[in-house]
């Protein structure tokens, strides 16, 4: 038996971040439905707060921020349920690739579909929101690493809980803490942006959460996999 | 000293140590409890700012600082669980969290009857008080994750993962929610201006933040040999000890 080199796991990520995006591709309403969700919400506070404008551009950062990750936890909740009932996620873990690699190109198809779409949409909902156009940009970048940051937390929890019935409740106690961080420095970089600040302080350490998230997050993914499949 | 170490996974030691603490621990700390309490409420001098309201320090204080460190009690047994399956392990982190929520919700408790009184409000949206609001959620979060699973053993698995995820965040949110509340620093809080704390009042304080360590080892004991009794309840040595 030959050991498996740099090349198969390469060629293995590959091939599965492609079946991910096909998956997703083929029930679009997967993808759609958390777009839908974030826009329902962002109408929601509006109707809520009252129409004047100047109001709402104040509450934007913290309203965009909160729906967005509001639209990531009900994505945490369908992450691993499929593989795990149709037994594919136990044929992940008993292949030789290791499961905390194995379980990336799934993270990355999730985060293709959920985080980058929501951020490239953002702008409009910001723009609902009475948002200046000149924070658009930070408004993107923020949530393109917040998301990245939440998608990550949220597997972990989303990989401790899909043995459990009725999980979802579960995975929102335990995830919403651990995005404390990522909501702050979100609308810190915001705030900065919208009132003439520096916004790179907070993007830096967007930047910093989601590198020590690529690194630290897979391991306690595949830990948490092995638990529920009982391994 | 590997011997020591050792003994700490056998449950039939354990239970017999605990047995043998107890008798001690008990009325020491109640002892104590009462000592700091009566020292703390009624000779340590009053505070010339905020009156005889600072007195509930002497419980706040100590709960708060036993809550964050009993996280990592809890963290710890998770670690020793998952790295050397040591079955004893799961069962102390089990013991830890509740008592560790409790810890935290009378911390929070405290802090809302002090904060009526000094800052005018129950609720104030301190960088401190939101950070123990958050450990309150991450405890539960623990307990809550434990008793989804029907198998126990998986149950602590899942939960030893969780609490060291939490571990790692622990610190990130604490700074995060400081650098939060920098930015909306609300003028109304000037409370921390008298600087260093009086001996006369800082040593009963000291006295109960030992005393509330002391609780809550005597606690986790209680607790510990509760579950221990319910998990062994079949076996030969706990019926020899427990009919002895």
Not at chain 1, 10 to 35: A, K
Not at chain 1, 194 to 212: E, K, R, S
Not at chain 2, 53 to 66: C, F, K, M, Q, T
């Amino acid at each position: 038996m030959s050991e498996t080199t740099d090349i198969d796991m390469l060629r293995y990520c590959r091939s599965q971040t492609g079946r991910h995006i096909m998956l997703l591709v083929r029930s679009p309403s997967e993808v759609i439905n958390p777009l839908l969700f974030f826009l329902l919400v962002v109408i929601l506070f509006p109707l809520g707060l009252g129409p004047d404008p100047e109001q709402l551009s104040v509450l934007a950062p913290g309203i965009l921020w909160v729906v967005a990750l509001l639209a990531n936890l009900m994505i945490c909740m369908r992450l691993f349920v499929d593989d795990f009932e149709d037994g594919s996620l136990e044929q992940l873990a008993m292949a030789r690739v290791p499961l905390a690699i194995a379980v990336l190109p799934q993270l990355v198809a999730a985060w293709l579909a959920s985080g980058l779409l929501l951020s490239l949409v953002s702008p409009l909902f910001g723009l609902m929101l009475g948002l200046p156009m000149d924070v658009t940009p930070v408004l993107v970048a923020s949530l393109l690493m917040g998301t990245a940051i939440m998608l990550l937390l949220g597997a972990v929890g989303s990989a401790l809980t899909v043995g459990v019935q009725r999980g979802g409740i579960l995975l929102a106690l335990l995830i919403l803490p651990l995005y404390v961080p990522v909501l702050i420095a979100g609308t810190r970089a915001l705030n900065e942006a919208l009132y003439g600040g520096d916004p790179y302080v907070a993007l830096a350490l967007l930047g910093a959460g989601v590198t020590g998230g690529l690194i630290l997050a897979p391991l306690a993914i595949a830990a948490g996999l092995r638990v529920s499949l009982e391994l | 000293m590997w011997r020591i170490v050792h003994q700490f996974g056998s449950p039939p030691w354990v239970y017999r140590f605990c047995d043998r603490v107890i008798p001690w621990l008990l009325p020491i700390t109640v002892a104590a409890l009462l000592t700091g309490s009566v020292w703390g409420l009624l000779f340590a001098p009053t505070d010339y700012k905020q009156g005889d309201s600072y007195r509930i320090i002497y419980i706040h204080v100590p709960a708060a600082v036993v809550a964050l460190a009993g996280y990592y009690v809890m963290a710890l047994a998770g670690l020793v669980s998952l790295v050397w399956r040591v079955k004893l392990a799961d069962t102390a982190m089990r013991a830890a969290a509740p008592i560790g929520a409790a810890y935290t919700a009378i911390a929070l408790i405290t802090g809302a009857i002090w904060g009526k009184p000094t800052w005018g409000a129950w609720w104030v949206w301190d960088a401190r008080i939101t950070s123990m609001l958050i450990l309150f959620f991450l405890y539960v979060g623990v307990i809550a994750l434990f008793e989804a699973y029907e198998n126990k053993t998986v149950a602590a698995r899942a939960c030893a993962i969780l609490s060291l995820v939490g571990t790692v965040n622990i610190p990130i949110i604490y700074k995060s929610v400081d650098w939060w509340y920098s930015l909306h620093q609300p003028a109304s809080i000037k409370f921390t201006g008298s600087s260093a704390i009086d001996a006369s009042m800082l040593y009963p304080l000291l006295g109960m933040i030992i005393t509330f360590y002391a609780l809550f080892a005597l606690l986790m004991m209680l607790n510990l040999k509760q579950s221990l009794t319910e998990e062994y309840a079949q076996s030969a040595w706990l019926n020899k000890r427990l009919t002895a």
